[in-house]
């Protein structure tokens, strides 16, 4: 079993910043690419930002400048910076982490963790 653990959420107004975390625990060999997604209400989950075990990261254009994206790899933790929030952010935030598991190749999400910007 896996286990993704997110923390970090809250209510920030519009121009302030947070920082989310999730750590993954349970029957892990190896961890590849670990991501943040996020769900606005009425809309589909969409990519944040990832990374790879290379440090290699990507971005939605949404966010580029303003989000930061990293990794502890020997803590299986991903942490992503925000900043500038806007309203646009306040979403659902959930964390994905894809790789080797004992289980087998695959991915596990976390339970979710909620971001409100607003004055």
């Known amino acids: 079993q896996v286990e993704l653990v997110e923390s970090g959420g809250g209510l920030v107004q519009p121009g302030g910043s947070l920082r989310l975390s999730c750590a993954a625990s349970g029957m892990i060999f190896s961890i590849n690419v670990m991501g943040w997604y996020r769900q606005a209400p009425g809309k589909q989950r969409e990519l944040v930002a990832r990374i790879n075990r290379g440090a290699i990261t990507r971005y939605a254009d949404s966010v580029k400048g303003r989000f930061t994206i990293s990794r502890d790899n020997a803590k299986n933790t991903v942490y992503l910076q925000m900043n500038s929030l806007k309203p646009e952010d306040t979403a659902d935030y959930y964390c994905?982490?894809?790789?080797?598991?004992?289980?087998?190749?695959?991915?596990?999400w976390g339970q979710g963790t909620q971001v409100t910007v607003s004055s």
């Open positions: 994905n982490a894809g790789g080797l598991f004992y289980s087998g190749p695959g991915d596990y």
